[in-house]
């Protein structure tokens, strides 16, 4: 391995190492050439790199002519995945369209949208994926939907606050539960091996221009004590703003910027791990092979003075700026 390579092509190398989907590893690659350091040390490294970035732009042109994906397949992106359900007409759409950038399919009509649509948000420099999703209804699910709810990160129910919120709650749950998808306080799901299969589910609460007063309190005195809940509009754009937070603290990660020694930390390209990692997680994350090496790390942040030196075992708190050593 040439010396020298930086955080952020480490960073590149992980990414490409976890990609999905051709798409996604061709994505990643282009990433790992355009910010590795230019010098005589890495010329093989770039011929290599870009040798395999030609066969997978050859594999993913013969793909397009071949057998078709499955749609309901979303792979994931950034730095975790939040796949929303709700019955038909709920608002899923309308939140998808005004947090991302994606072309979701808003309509006044129940059925609109047909397969997963993600969407890309940021959140302070942490990207956080979106997935619109076809409705569930007592009579009807589409065939391939629970496989995107078993790989997502986390479950966003959508709640039309004007239509009977106890009823909306009742299909979901109603779905959700009987495909062992569902996660709370009183809900463990498990596999035979003891493997979690269920996931932390949240509501959004949405048509709050249209609800009658207290139908929010009304709808948290009910679930709040199972589900976090926030309260919003996407006609008015009440709430909206809170609610790139609201889903980031969902998520439980937290944001680490990497400092190299000597200079300045990047603070607009956050690591994201997830809430409780240390200092050799982090480590880890930049390079598995490099991580047994670490010496120890100095950090930034919150309960440590400025510079502190700490252990590998140190737990890392969100915002956290890390300077790693390394023998
Ligand atoms: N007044 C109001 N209408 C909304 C709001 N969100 C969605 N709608 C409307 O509700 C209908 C269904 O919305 P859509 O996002 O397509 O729902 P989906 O079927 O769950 O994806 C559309 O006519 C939207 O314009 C909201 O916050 N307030
Ligand atoms: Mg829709």
Excluded at 277 to 288: F, G, K, L, N, P
Excluded at 289 to 313: C, H, M, P, S
Aim: charged share 25%; with cysteine; net charge neutral.
């Amino acid at each position: 391995m040439p010396a020298n390579l930086t955080p952020e092509y480490f960073k590149a190398e992980r990414w490409y190492r976890s990609a999905a989907s051709t798409e996604e590893k061709i994505l990643a690659l282009e990433r790992m050439l355009a910010v590795m350091p230019k010098h005589k040390g890495t010329d093989h490294l770039k011929a290599d790199l870009r040798h395999k970035l030609s066969k997978l732009k050859e594999a993913a042109t013969k793909k397009k002519g071949g057998k078709q994906q499955d749609v309901f397949h979303v792979p994931r992106g950034g730095s975790g995945q939040i796949a929303l359900i709700g019955t038909p007409n709920s608002g899923k759409s309308s939140i998808v369209a005004a947090l991302t950038n994606a072309k979701a399919n808003v309509a006044e009509f129940p059925f609109a949208t047909s397969v997963p649509v993600p969407g890309m948000m940021t959140f302070e420099g942490v990207a956080i994926q979106i997935v619109d999703m076809p409705p569930v209804t007592a009579e009807f699910v589409a065939p391939g939907q629970v496989g995107t709810y078993r790989n997502c990160d986390l479950i966003g129910i959508v709640i039309d606050l004007s239509a009977e919120p106890v009823e909306q709650m009742r299909v979901v749950l109603d779905f959700l539960e009987s495909r062992s998808l569902l996660m709370d306080r009183e809900t463990p799901a498990v596999d035979e091996h003891g493997n979690l299969l269920g996931k932390r589910v949240f509501v959004i609460c949405t048509k709050a221009d249209l609800a009658s007063e207290g139908a929010f309190e009304k709808f948290r005195d009910k679930w709040g004590k199972r589900f976090e809940a926030v309260k919003v509009s996407a006609e008015t754009g009440e709430g909206m703003e809170e609610l790139g937070g609201f889903l980031f603290k969902q998520l439980r990660i937290i944001r680490i910027y990497a400092k190299p020694p000597g200079k300045k930390p990047d603070m607009d390209d956050p690591f994201t791990l997830p809430a409780g990692s240390t200092v050799m997680d982090m480590a880890e994350a930049i390079h598995r092979e490099l991580a047994e090496k670490l010496r120890f790390a100095r950090i930034w942040g919150t309960g440590v003075y400025d510079g502190q030196n700490a252990q590998r075992n140190h737990v890392l708190c969100d915002r956290d700026i890390i300077e790693l050593h390394f023998n």
